[in-house]
């Protein structure tokens, strides 16, 4: 199985290797492409909801031109100067918590996760949308099984790290560019002669409208298609989100990342917008819009009888699906890292921080690609309905993101001397991300957005009931701490400390960080077998974690904090008279590093004992094994497999004292 699994997956990282930080950075180009995807990728589909929402006013699709570029470079520079704020990461959630307080950051952080596995949701349905516009109407029944198939192959790209899933792509991300910027100059060139008129066809178009219908209606309806079009801004949020995952110097990798998405998104989106217009495309049943413009451009095409048009349109739209199915990317790797960054905070499960040892969050990648696969299935693949979903959750966090910015400017205006324009831009950046909102919440309430509403808010109360949960566990350990107050022995008496014997009974004792939990594990032993065990070794596992990792510091970092921690436990006996000594390693995962340990003991200590301590609750519930690790149990049952006699010490969380 191990074989297996390091061909599918690979094999764990060297957590000593001096380049780590190197090999899993992403470079501006990379970043581009891993991060980039979702961005551009929603100009297969934005633009082509903004235009349908214009209907009988498509002339007026110029004007949206217009405004879907400045806006994506608001947005894009709001984000960028987010980036240089908050240069270690956490986009929207982190912003929200710091700038807007706790539970202003959590219903950012929720909104994040609805949005990220919705954006895996879109993508993978948006790209068979792609191929099925050009596949025979009878493959149409295997059209759900393909998406689903493409999510599984997604997920083991995302366990085999982040820079592999990016290398992989970055061939399909060129090869979009290249087709789709060759699409767009073909059908401004071919068409070249006809802009004057189009031009003054779209001024007498809004004029005969503002006349027959009056001016607020006609701007309505631009605003309402302009906010249709939110999807093609989804993804701009990207970069700030996963800044720890960029090269140094990470700040201006993100700056350079942010103004690549900007100008790739704004040319693309805006060209295909504004080529609808130009080749008069209009809808057609079972075919994407963008599916209808490349056949009007190159479908006629023959070169001595034979159809290269049609090769060119396959061409093209396997390089819109292929994109599609892999702008799934940033919701695998965004959508875990802010999971993570709300795990550290106790909003979520803990074990959602852990990284697998090939040092991605695995329980992340797990989840989204869980929630996706029941998106999928419940939509059924349906891309208007889920695009409706995905933005919503979008312009959350965007509205979030900049009032906590704007709210940022106006309290540090007094020492900030630039806070006027940066005010401006986040201020512009607020009031167009909600207008969106609450127009595509009233326009699509009963088509998806009353969906996601419900998603969203049961994803926050139960972030809620966790951490509150975890703040009760927290308040009834405190009794334990006090134990951590006992006098510490001073190094002046460091010769008259006890002897390691290893012939004479010892007791192997596994911690984690020096405090109230270990130390009561310690008495229970003393109080169960008293003045049988001689020596004392203590064994632990410095985690790293998306809290603590940055390259071969983080590790060094996690190592003398772990060091630190059970020199204390070792003092700690020495100044009650016990012989006491410890072992640790630095690992990505807990169980098998302490089964390695514990038998690497037992080779030089034969009369061991191994005690772990665990939470009992006086009422157990299903969710107690969710928000708690069974590590005790589980190294239980490996090392007595071993052979090695394992004890679990209970350690009981009082109930009266947790309400």
């Not at 689903?148 to 399909?172: C, Y």
């Not at 695009?387 to 704007?406: K, P």
């Not at 596994?510 to 203590?538: A, C, D, E, R, T």
Request: hydrophobic content about 50%.
């Amino acid at each position: 199985m191990g074989k297996i699994r390091n061909i599918i997956i690979g094999p764990a990282r060297d957590l000593h290797d001096p380049a780590l930080g190197h090999k899993l950075s992403l470079a501006a180009f990379l970043a581009w492409v891993g991060l980039g995807c979702d961005g551009l990728s929603s100009s297969a589909y934005g633009p082509e909801e903004a235009y349908r929402a214009l209907g009988l006013h498509a002339p007026l699709a110029i004007f949206l031109v217009v405004m879907m570029a400045t806006t994506i470079f608001v947005i894009s520079i709001a984000y960028s100067n987010l980036i240089q704020h908050f240069p270690g990461g956490g986009g929207g959630y982190l912003v929200a918590t710091k700038l807007l307080g706790k539970k202003a950051g959590v219903v950012s952080g929720c909104a994040l996760l609805v949005d990220y596995f919705l954006t895996i949701s879109v993508s993978v349905a948006a790209g068979c949308d792609a191929l099925w516009s050009f596949l025979p109407p009878h493959f149409a029944g295997f059209k759900l099984t393909a998406e689903v198939v493409a999510l599984f192959f997604l997920v083991i790209l995302n366990l085999r790290g982040i820079r592999e899933s990016v290398t992989v792509v970055a061939p399909v991300f060129m090869l979009f560019v290249v087709t789709h910027v060759f699409m767009i100059l073909y059908a401004i060139g071919s068409h070249f002669t006809e802009l004057p008129s189009l031009f003054q066809g779209s001024v007498s178009h809004f004029h005969s409208s503002v006349q027959s219908l009056g001016f607020f209606p006609v701007a309505l309806i631009m605003l309402r298609a302009y906010s249709m079009g939110g999807g093609t801004y989804t993804g701009i949020e990207a970069v700030s989100n996963g800044v720890a995952t960029l090269r140094e110097p990470r700040v201006k990798t993100g700056k350079k990342t942010m103004f690549l998405m900007a100008t790739s998104l704004a040319f693309t989106a805006g060209g295909i917008l504004f080529s609808y217009l130009l080749t008069h495309s209009i809808p057609v049943t079972g075919k994407t819009m963008n599916a209808v413009l490349v056949d009007n451009l190159f479908g006629a095409w023959n070169l001595g009888g034979i159809s290269v048009g049609r090769g060119l349109v396959i061409v093209t739209l396997v390089s819109e699906a292929a994109l599609l199915f892999l702008a799934a990317q940033t919701g695998f790797i965004d959508g875990p890292r802010v999971l993570a960054n709300m795990a550290l905070d106790s909003w979520v499960p803990r074990h959602f921080a852990q990284f697998s040892d090939r040092l991605v969050t695995k329980n992340g990648i797990y989840l989204m690609g869980a929630a996706a696969a029941g998106t999928l299935l419940y939509t059924h693949g349906n891309i208007t309905m889920l695009v409706v979903m995905y933005s919503i959750n979008v312009f959350i966090t965007f509205v979030l993101t900049e009032l906590g910015m704007a709210t940022h400017w106006i309290v540090a205006r007094h020492q900030e001397p630039q806070w006027k324009s940066q005010l401006a831009i986040q201020g512009t950046g607020f009031i167009m991300c909600l207008c969106i909102l609450i127009i595509t919440l009233y326009e699509k309430f009963s088509e998806g957005g009353w969906m996601t509403s419900v998603i969203t808010s049961a994803v926050i109360c139960i972030c809620f009931l966790i951490r509150g949960h975890y703040r009760k566990v927290k308040k009834s350990l405190r009794r334990l701490d006090e134990l951590t107050s006992t006098p510490i022995v001073p190094a002046a008496k460091v010769n008259e400390m006890p002897k390691i014997n290893a012939d004479l009974p010892t007791a192997v004792v596994m911690v984690g960080g020096f405090s109230g939990f270990g130390l009561h594990q310690l008495m229970s032993i003393h109080m169960q077998f008293p003045n049988y065990f001689k020596n004392f070794i203590f064994i632990s596992v410095g985690i790293l974690d998306s809290g603590n990792f940055k390259g071969i510091e983080g590790v060094k970092q996690v190592e003398v904090e772990t060091k630190g921690h059970l020199e204390k436990y070792v003092q700690w006996c020495h100044a009650n008279g016990w012989a006491a000594d410890y072992r640790m390693a630095v690992d990505t995962e807990t169980i098998q590093a302490l089964e390695k340990m514990c038998k690497e003991v037992k080779q030089d200590f034969p009369k061991t004992t191994y005690f772990s301590g665990k939470l009992i609750f006086q009422n157990e519930k299903f969710y107690h094994r969710i928000l708690h690790h069974e590590t005790a149990f589980a190294i239980q049952r490996r090392l007595q497999f071993a052979g090695l006699s394992v004890i679990v010490l209970p350690i009981r969380v009082l109930e009266e004292a947790a309400a």
